[in-house]
């Protein structure tokens, strides 16, 4: 069983930046994607970012050009760094991996909340 372990989030003003990141608690774990969702209140799950196994990254509309997907190349870990950051993007955010035999894991979620 893999575990997603998430850090960071956190309460910041308009216009700031936070950090996300989540790391597979088996080492050897190897992704078919990996990436971020987020939930807001009274809304669905959206996709935030997500990477490829071949380290392709699709954002949605709304994070492209402020929020940044990254890997590490050596243990399964992903980062979400967010910049310019809008109340709109206040929601509970969590990690998501794919393995290759299909099975999806989730993250316990991380709150962020920005104010205006």
């Known amino acids: 069983q893999v575990q997603l372990v998430e850090s960071g989030g956190g309460l910041v003003q308009a216009g700031g930046s936070l950090g996300l990141s989540c790391q597979a608690s088996?080492?050897?774990?190897?992704?078919?994607?990996m990436g971020w969702y987020r939930q807001a209140p009274g809304k669905q799950r959206e996709l935030v970012a997500v990477?490829?196994?071949?380290?392709?990254?699709a954002y949605a509309d709304s994070v492209k050009g402020r929020f940044i997907l990254s890997e590490d190349n050596e243990k399964p870990m992903v980062k979400l760094q967010m910049n310019s950051l809008k109340p709109e993007d206040t929601a509970v955010y969590y990690c998501?991996?794919?393995?290759?035999?299909?099975?999806?894991?989730w993250g316990q979620g991380t709150q962020v909340t920005v104010s205006s």
């Open positions: 998501y991996a794919k393995a290759w035999s299909g099975v999806s894991y």
């Open positions: 088996l080492t050897t774990f190897v992704h078919n994607g």
């Open positions: 990477i490829s196994s071949v380290r392709k990254i």
